[in-house]
């Protein structure tokens, strides 16, 4: 059976956030339905990153509460950082008939994997390790340690790509973007 949710996962830094936003856009303009969901996370806001748009951002209180109410779908600790994907927004979007892509680390990844065996998983690597210290560089957001953290966390990520149904090297943005459409349009997903 084909699913109308999309796992995508990727190490920071291989291209993930500009490939679904691609994806995203093409797919609006074609009137596929498609939607992102926004995941809940203590990590503090980037600039120019809007609460309620890239994340709902919490406070770690907040968001232990939430898992006591057993509000997440999964959620990790990512980073250092507490992430989770909101139960409630994902049922509302695939009751509408929505399809929903769930942008999130390899440990929810593999939680959504267990509760919904037919949800196409699709993992995205950078080209290497040292392209992956290269885009994290440039773009400037972290800071040395933190990007040396993120390193060994995609190290151990990639290690994890073969659980995940599709896979998907971005060496090329727009090849890595026909192929994330591709798996997103086939038949009966369209
Ligand atoms: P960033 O802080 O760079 O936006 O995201 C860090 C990592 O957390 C990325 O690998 C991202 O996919 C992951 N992430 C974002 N939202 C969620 C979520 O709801 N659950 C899980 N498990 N990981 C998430």
Redesign the pocket.
């Known amino acids: 059976m084909l699913s109308d949710l999309f796992i995508v ?4 830094g291989a291209g ?1 956030t500009t490939l679904i936003k691609k994806a995203l856009e093409y797919a609006s303009n074609n009137s596929k339905k498609f939607v992102l969901s926004i ?3 203590t ?1 503090k806001p980037r600039d120019g990153e809007q609460n309620g748009e890239d ?1 709902v951002f919490l406070t770690e209180d907040e968001f232990l509460n939430n898992i006591k109410k057993e509000e997440y779908l ?3 600790i ?2 250092g ?1 507490y ?3 909101p139960k409630s927004e994902i049922d509302q979007n695939l009751s509408k008939g929505l399809k929903v892509i ?4 390899w ?3 593999l939680q959504i994997m267990k509760h919904y065996p037919s949800a196409e998983s699709i993992f995205i690597s950078p080209p290497s390790v040292d392209e992956l210290r290269k885009r994290l560089t440039d773009r400037g957001l972290d800071s040395d340690e933190v990007i040396n953290r993120r390193i060994e966390g995609a190290q151990e990520e990639m290690s994890k790509s073969n659980h995940f149904k599709h896979q998907i090297t971005n060496i090329s943005l727009d090849i890595a973007t026909k192929n994330l459409l591709n798996i997103m349009f086939r038949e009966n997903h369209g």
């Open positions: 996962t990727a190490p920071s993930k995941s809940h996370t990590r994340y999964e959620y990790a990512v980073h950082n992430y989770g994907t769930l942008e999130i680390d440990q929810g990844a």
